[in-house]
């Protein structure tokens, strides 16, 4: 299997192009990965939940996370990790960024549904904003 480090430019290329990704967090030795939807604005994976459960919980003990995403074509496989400090906010300036962030990516919804501005204002939810310290990315063949 021929295995190689990929570029910064290709690991934010493969981070703007995926949906979903998975969010890793860790609490007393224990690890935790949760499939979500993201954005990548600059330098900063964006994503959002409710405000509470399990994965705020540990984030607010521990918010060092990394989030990973990957990609098969065929034979060829590529996958990025970021390293950053999950800062978590349910302000209308968060919320703000993160609608405007999906909305110019395509990703406007979920289930089939569209949100407006309006409707996403009055919304309780967590926006994540996780800032990249360290990114590394490989790509193979299998």
């Known amino acids: 299997m021929n295995v190689r480090e990929m570029s910064m430019d290709e690991c934010e290329d493969l981070l703007r192009r995926c949906r979903y ?21 600059d330098n900063t994976v964006i994503l959002h939940s409710r405000p509470s ?46 609608f405007d962030a999906f909305m110019k990516s395509g990703i406007g919804g979920h289930g089939g549904k569209i949100f407006t501005w309006e409707m996403l204002e009055r919304m309780e939810m967590c926006v994540w904003e996780i800032k990249a310290f360290e990114m590394t990315g490989r790509e193979g063949i299998w």
């Open 21 to 41: 990704g998975r969010l890793a967090l860790s609490y007393e030795d224990r690890p935790y990965v949760i499939p979500m939807s993201y954005v990548y604005v």
């Open 53 to 98: 459960g399990k994965k705020i919980e540990i984030a607010r003990r521990n918010s060092n996370v990394c989030f990973e995403v990957d990609e098969l074509e065929g034979q060829r496989w590529r996958s990025v990790i970021v390293y950053g400090r999950a800062e978590l906010s349910g302000s209308q300036e968060s919320k703000r960024r993160m």
